[in-house]
């Protein structure tokens, strides 16, 4: 199915509100929420795993018991934020982080850093699903993947902006008493806090209580999710779309998490390990960096991948989104990473990894747009956490096991051909979805196009 039909006025004063009142204050609690979450990996090299004695294994389970803690409550969470409105939800859940995530200032041992990761992981439950789903909810599905590209550009931005941020905090060594990576700690904490108290008051729930729509934006908005949402749960006959327990036993939705989960152990592993690969760069190449040299290092990969996906979101959105848009990155991505292992300089081997990261961040967003052509209500709150939860599950078992194979095997090789593997796993699997499953769009909407395999 090709681009949607040209859109009316309203529509066109409609979506540029949303996307510019709510979707940059969103992505904003993104960044936050994303440097929080990534701010261990900027400690580590620059003072923390010295200080307290990590090894790669350690380190690794560090970084990778925040996603326990983030599944332990990440599908009630987001039942509770459909329950309760995401304006109440997102603000607790930034407030509750922000508090947990100071604490790392003072933490004194490896056992302490694995509870604060855990309670971190707790308390983030539920922020990124419930934050795409209540995008979800404020535009039709032809507008989706638009949106979510948007809201997704402050990931790669949090590295691009967060990373020379970090090393400059880090710099501030001896600032109260404390060395650089406690300050980093300390001040990338703080914004969470303010940004829950402010998301209280800023956010609204729903196009009909938006007072910065005109009557008949509202009413447009209203009308097209409404038509939207009794399309999918008119074929409850066939497909139980709208039913709460067919999104626990849905099998798409379980395809649809292996894919996410071979995207997001990539992304994850380049995330926590980057910046200690870099770091290594100086034995393995005879150079040396200070800690703002590594920090602008980690930082290169993600501008360009910033870039590639907001264009590649905007051909989605404009050509209709397509099977190749997903599983196309993916395959990109999983050759690439496995060549970075061969190159002869820290210049070469960091645009290959550039590569890799600009095929990671282009199908996310638009695989964001995949799961709400067929869910909605409860069950998308449910079938949206399940799928995030198996990307958590990832994000811990690429951050173990990254770190125990590199204690293993002294490099890094066997890591990165297993991070290789579940991309181009996720491209397989993206593509027999497609094949077996023709799904009933909503009007408006380009399905990923396949044969009907029922």
Wanted: glycine letters at 8%.
């Amino acid at each position: 199915m090709g681009a949607a039909a040209h859109p009316t006025a309203v529509e066109r004063t409609a979506i540029k509100k949303v996307s510019v009142r709510l979707v940059p204050f969103v992505a904003l609690m993104f960044f936050v929420n994303y440097l929080d979450r990534t701010a261990v990996s900027f400690a580590e090299p620059n003072g923390m795993g010295d200080d307290l004695a990590l090894t790669a294994a350690q380190f690794g389970f560090a970084s990778g018991i925040f996603f326990l803690g983030y599944i332990v409550l990440e599908i009630p969470s987001n039942m509770a934020l459909h329950r309760f409105g995401a304006r109440r939800w997102l603000a607790r859940i930034m407030v509750t982080w922000g508090v947990v995530s100071l604490l790392f200032t003072w933490v004194q041992n490896s056992e302490q850093l694995y509870v604060l990761r855990f309670l971190l992981g707790v308390a983030e439950a539920g922020f990124f699903p419930g934050a795409i789903l209540f995008l979800s909810q404020w535009v039709p599905s032809r507008h989706r993947t638009k949106i979510l590209g948007l809201f997704y550009l402050a990931q790669p931005l949090t590295t691009v902006l967060g990373a020379p941020l970090a090393g400059w905090l880090i710099g501030r060594h001896g600032l109260f008493g404390l060395e650089g990576w406690r300050v980093m700690f300390l001040f990338v904490s703080l914004p969470a806090i303010l940004l829950g108290v402010v998301a209280w008051y800023y956010l609204i729930d729903r196009p009909a209580d938006a007072k910065w729509l005109t009557p008949a934006e509202r009413d447009w908005l209203e009308s097209e999710l409404a038509a939207e949402n009794a399309h999918k749960t008119g074929h409850e006959s066939r497909h139980a779309k709208g039913d709460l327990k067919a999104a626990m036993s849905s099998g798409r939705v379980w395809v649809l998490a292996l894919v996410y989960f071979g995207f997001v152990y990539g992304l994850y592993a380049l995330a926590f390990f980057l910046p200690t690969i870099i770091n290594g760069f100086q034995e393995q190449y005879g150079t040396t960096f200070t800690v703002m040299d590594k920090a602008w290092i980690t930082a290169i990969p993600y501008l360009p991948a910033a870039l590639v996906l907001y264009f590649w979101t905007r051909h989605a959105t404009r050509h209709g989104t397509r099977t190749w848009h997903v599983a196309g990155p993916a395959v990109v991505g999983g050759l690439s990473i496995p060549v970075a292992l061969f190159m002869g300089s820290p210049t070469a081997t960091v645009a290959v990894i550039t590569v890799t990261a600009c095929s990671i961040f282009a199908a996310l967003p638009v695989f964001w747009s995949v799961p709400s052509h067929f869910l909605t209500g409860a069950a998308a709150a449910v079938g949206i956490a399940l799928i995030n939860t198996a990307g958590n599950i990832a994000g811990f078992a690429s951050s173990y096991v990254t770190g125990w194979l590199k204690d293993w095997t002294g490099a890094y090789y066997v890591p990165l051909y297993l991070v290789g593997f579940f991309m181009l796993l996720s491209a397989v699997l993206m593509v027999w979805i497609s094949a077996r499953h023709r799904d009933d769009e909503a009007p408006g909407t380009a399905p990923l196009p396949a044969k009907a395999a029922r």
